[in-house]
Each structure stands twice: as structure tokens, then as C-alpha cells.
């Protein structure tokens, strides 16, 4: 799924709004912070423009570096992108014609993997929901007596989790859109009385409330809107909200939804089918993916709109994410196509809970290493720890060594809920055994040196000031899974129609590190992509401090940035770029 973050509203807002969000909204900053300088500017960004002012005014980069955004769709149409994009000179546009015989007609700009003459697939499930519909009809009716095997086993014990985490979904979901609906149907009322598009806080204070409810909803609106900044950013956080919940309920855990037979047409039972798709790489919904493009390469040059991070690029797209959680199969086609067509690094902000198939993406994955194709991944939203909980994909092989590890180390689950221990002095339940309320979670260190992709890069999302609030809320982390953060926060880019928003997720930090590094390799084309991990990793900005964040039992404690990522750091193009002219390549 893209990696959004999605706000989403809980009864407990009635008290007090969004009080989950660490980072202050209601400021104005600079739209290229991401880009400035923590001393000179006071932002903490990855000192672009510094690395442009003084390392590279005299310099002219070496190569052109394309760029693979595998994401939703980009609008290749944008006054900012437009001179930026990739084009596949081999094709002729719009003749129908596979003019390079690659399989893809008129693929000209990158190609879609979830369409075809059909249309364009909008929308699909969560990983979950697929993998529920699946095991549902041999599970559903087991009980204690069924005999099952080993491997039957381990197949049950995955479909109660996803029909766990399934109920707990759609109970959020539907618990949470009522009182979107709620809030924005009493703002739209007074929209329409005072003849606005979006009411004023004072047209708020003056309405008068129908009843207790409405009341609330009037408190919401004045807290959301300082939290967000202003009212016309509150409401359109409700309308996102609204918008992602309904599609949420109606398409994403609906399990009668599914339209990829008759909208993308392949043999989905094929994982090695390579040629599907059409050439519409724009799809239905580009906001996401033309965000991410623009942070990695908007035209620096135009004097108009931003300036991304790299001045050398031509971004490919690649469209295989819908409104849902993207597909493993069309994953590993993406990442293939990407290495085929020349790009040297490729940007992935989408992510999941739960595999598929997870050996073709490995496949995918091995195929793009051995091509020296650097793999920039976004962390996740929901300020998890990446080093316990999963996050697909991500860079461990399914090899050998890791299912004998498993194995090894499986946790003996019982298939049922063990029946209570008896109190030998009156018969009656036993008490539960203390747990301890400040022990932590054991990581065994070992498993993270298991066989894995050296040329992937994991990214969280960071704000913009230095202070104990610089991880950002909403961010996953882990002190072995996720390599560095970058900014995330109120990220200003490009948007569809030659438009611009801001948006927060590690989906924006991600390609703030996919840009450094096409920047380094730009001019410095001799460097591999193990190079470049390295660099970027070596010349991050330390973080000395401690910083906030939220623990597993929604308590916020504080912990050594060293604690919540690989190289302790925010990722710096000054320092990168310093490091990287008398650096010695890795490649024979």
C-alpha cells in the first residue's frame, strides 16, 4: 500500500484532537526545507543547496542518472517533471507497435502493470484480505479434533492472525468513518449557509450546535485546525480521511471486491509472467507517485514550482501500486523492468504487513543487485518497530539459512487457546503470571545477518527541527532494519495538474535518499550501488540527543537515535558528496 499516512480519528478526538501527533503543524516553513541546512538555515534538511553552492557551482555532473519510481502513477504532464522524465527513444508513441521489442507497446514513458485494454485497476485489497479469502474455505471450520499436518499448521496459525488483524481493521474503520461523516457534514452545512466552499473558524463559533454531538464536532474543529495550521488544512485532512476510510470499507477489506481478472487480465497464478499491463502510466490516482518524482528530481532550473534533489536525473514510471496493498508479482515486474531500462536506482514507497509471494520478489530483488541497481525502500507509517514486526518487502532473502533459523527458533504456538491453570487451593482458575511492565522486547541480533540484499536501502521519516520531536510520529523505526531517516514532514511537492501540497510519510523520506543517491552517482558514475549505500550511510548528520517517540504500549519514552536506526543518523548530501570524491570504489 502507499505509503500514506493515514489519519485516522478516534472516539477519543471528541476529548482531545489527533493527540497521537508529536510534530507542531501550525508553522510555515520554507517549501525546500528538505533540501536546506541544519546550521545555516536552521532547518534540519539534507544540506542540498549547500552541497550545490559549495561543492559542485564549478562542476558539471557526468551522467544522466535514470530513476525508476515504482508507485501509483506519475503525471508526466507536470511543468515541473515534464523535462525531467525518461523516455524510451527505441519506441514510437502511439502507434500501437512494439517498436523494441521488448513485450511493452508503446511503453514510451515506463509501463503500468495493473491495467490493460480493459482500463486501469483503482483500487484492490489489503494483503490480508486476499490471503484470508484463500485459506478461508479449508480453515474456517476447524476445530480441536482436526487433524492437521506440520505444514497445515503453520498455514492455520497465518490465517487466524490475518483474521485477527483482519476484525481489528474493520472495526477501526468502521468505528472511525461515522464521525468523519459527522464532522464533515456539519462543516459542509455551514459552508453552504455562509455560501463557501470551506467555512471560517468564525463561521464555526457562530453556528449554533443542533445538539451534544454537534457540539463536539465544533471543539474538534477549533483544535484541529490550530494542530493542522489552519481550518482549510483541517478540512482537507477530513476530506483525505473520509475519502481513504470509505475506500477502506468498500474496497480494501471487502473480500467480495476483486477486479484483477477483469481490469489487468493475466494469470495471476503465474508469477512468472513478465508481459501484462498497459502503457497508461499516469493511472487514475498520480498523487502519490508525482509527489514522490518531484521531491527526487523537479526540474531545478524552470524558476518555478520546487527544486527536487537531483539535477541530473529522468525519472522512469512505473506503475504498479492501486488505492491498496500492491501485489508481489507485479513488484518483481516492476523492479525488472526498471533494471532492463537503465535505471541505477529505483524508489519504492509502498509497504505491507503480509507476503504473498515473496520468492519473486526476492528473485527481483537478486536480479537487480547483480545489475548494480540500488533499491531505496520506504520504512512505514505506523511507528512500528521494522526489527520485530514485518514490513514487506524488505531485504531478507527467504534462503535456507532463513527458514532453518525459523525453524529453529519458532515459537511453540498452540492452535487453540490453552485451557486456564487450576488454583489447587479452591479449584478455581489460577491468576495469570505477572508480566513485567518495563521489560523489552529480546532481539535476537543474529537473524539480521542472515543472507539479504546489499544494495537496499531502508528510510524513515524525520522533522524539521533538532529537537527531541525529530523522528517523525507517525515513522517506523529499527535499530537494525532501518538504515537512516531523512525528511518526511510537511514535504512540499509536486502534485497532478502543475499543482503543489505538502504531505508527510517516510513515502517523502524515501525519495529524499533516492535523489542523494542519484545526485552522487551523477557525478560520480563510476561508484557502485553497495558504494553509495555506503557513502550515504557514513555521512549522515549524527543525532546526539535523545529523541521522542511512542512505544508498543502507546507510552512515550525517549531513546538514543542509534536505538531507532542503522547509522543514527539524517542522511546529508553535503557530507555525502565531500565523502565521496576520494572515495574507493568497490567495483573490480
Known sequence: ??????????????????????????????????????????????????AYTELLKNKKPKQKIVVAVIDGGTDIKHEDLKDVLWTNTKEIPGNGIDDDGNGYIDDVYGWNFIGSKNGNLAYDNLELVRIKRKLE???????RSTVLD??????????????????????????????????????????????????S???MEK??????????????????????????????????GHKELEQMLKYNLNEKYDERAALVGDDYANSNERIYGNSDVIGPDADHGTHVSGIIGANRNNDIGIKGVANNVSIMTIRVVPQGDERD?????????????GARVINMSFGKGYKWDKKVVDEAIKYAEAKGVLLVHAAGNDNQNNDITDNFPNKYYDSPEAEAYAKKNKPQVSMFPPMPPTNRMNGGPAPAPKKDPFAKPVLDSAKYQLPHAKNWIEVGASA???????????????????????????????????????????????????????????????????????IIMKAVTKVVRKVKYKNDKDETVRAN??????????????????????????AK
Open 207 to 240: 453556528y449554533k450546535a443542533d445538539d451534544e454531538l454537534e457540539e463536539y464536532i465544533k471543539k474538534i474543529v477549533r483544535k484541529g485546525s490550530k494542530d493542522e495550521g489552519s481550518i482549510e488544512k483541517f478540512y482537507e485532512s477530513i476530506q483525505k
Open 329 to 341: 508479482k507485479d513488484v518483481a515486474n516492476g523492479i525488472r523492468y526498471a533494471v532492463d531500462n
Open 561 to 586: 537515535f542509534s536505538d531507532l536506526c542503522v547509522s543514527g543518523g539524517i542522511v546529508n548530501a553535503y557530507n555525502a558528496l565531500k565523502l565521496a570524491e576520494n572515495y574507493k570504489s568497490s
Open 201 to 203: 473558524l468564525e463561521d
Open 1 to 50: 500500500m502507499r505509503v500514506y499516512r493515514i489519519i485516522i480519528i478516534a472516539f477519543a478526538l471528541l476529548v482531545s484532537f489527533n493527540q497521537g501527533y508529536a510534530q507542531d503543524k501550525n508553522v510555515k516553513l520554507p517549501p525546500n526545507w528538505f533540501n536546506l541546512d541544519l546550521t545555516a538555515d536552521g532547518y534540519f534538511g539534507i544540506s542540498t543547496e549547500k
Open 464 to 534: 524539521y527541527k533538532d529537537n527531541d520531536d525529530l523522528k517523525a510520529s507517525f515513522s517506523n523505526y529499527g535499530k537494525y532494519n532501518v538504515d537512516v531517516f531523512a525528511p518526511g514532514f510537511m514535504i512540499n511537492s509536486t502534485v497532478p495538474n502543475s499543482k503543489y501540497e505538502e504531505f508527510d510519510g517516510t513515502s517523502m523520506a524515501a525519495p529524499v535518499v533516492t535523489g542523494l543517491a542519484a545526485l552522487i552517482l551523477s557525478y560520480h558514475p563510476e561508484l557502485t550501488a553497495v558504494d553509495v549505500k555506503d
Open 137 to 143: 474455505p479449508k480453515y474456517r471450520s476447524v476445530i
Open 150 to 199: 506440520s505444514a497445515e499448521k503453520e498455514e492455520y496459525a497465518l490465517y487466524k492472525r490475518v483474521v485477527s488483524d483482519f476484525g481489528k481493521k474493520y472495526d477501526e474503520a468502521s468505528a472511525a468513518f461515522p464521525i468523519y461523516i459527522a464532522i464533515k457534514k456539519v462543516m459542509d452545512s455551514v459552508a453552504m449557509v455562509n455560501q463557501k466552499k470551506i467555512p
